[in-house]
């Protein structure tokens, strides 16, 4: 019997001070990608806001770095282009987003829905 091999990664926390636990989530899931897994991300809770076009776009864009140089929006928003360059699907909660004050169109053109 071939089984559909399927990963889900849940987002639930995240800071622009602190990207790293996303940024390690985001690598585990462009390595099950590399293996012929289908991966799903959603973003919940406080996780959404790591995904705002002004904060990740625009620092992208600019060049901007983030407290650890080490994780600069710009390779936070380069390692999202390139996970869904591999078909990963990048979701956020609704209600997550109206929690935060968000829709769907303040975020970065990445995120599937």
Same mark, same amino acid.
């Given at each position: $019997?071939?089984?559909?091999k399927?990963l889900?990664?849940?987002?639930?926390?995240?800071?622009? @001070?602190? %990207?790293?636990? +996303?940024?390690?989530?985001?690598?585990?899931?462009?390595? @099950?990608? +590399? $293996?012929? /897994?289908e991966?799903? /991300?959603?973003?919940?809770?406080?996780?959404?806001? *790591?995904?705002?076009?002004?904060?990740? =776009?625009? +620092?992208?864009? +600019?060049?901007?770095?983030?407290?650890?140089?080490?994780?600069?929006? %710009?390779?936070?928003?380069? =390692? /999202?282009?390139? $996970?869904?360059?591999?078909?990963?699907?990048?979701?956020?909660?609704?209600?997550?987003?109206a929690?935060?004050?968000?829709?769907?169109?303040? *975020? /970065?053109?990445?995120?599937?829905?």
């Amino acid at each position: $019997m071939n089984a559909v091999k399927r990963l889900v990664v849940v987002l639930a926390s995240g800071s622009h @001070a602190e %990207r790293r636990p +996303a940024m390690l989530a985001f690598r585990y899931a462009a390595t @099950a990608a +590399a $293996m012929d /897994i289908e991966v799903e /991300i959603h973003a919940v809770g406080a996780s959404v806001e *790591l995904l705002r076009r002004d904060t990740s =776009q625009e +620092a992208l864009e +600019a060049g901007t770095q983030t407290v650890n140089p080490a994780m600069s929006s %710009r390779d936070f928003v380069s =390692q /999202i282009r390139e $996970m869904r360059a591999l078909d990963i699907d990048l979701f956020v909660c609704s209600a997550a987003l109206a929690e935060a004050s968000l829709r769907l169109s303040d *975020l /970065i053109p990445e995120v599937s829905g």
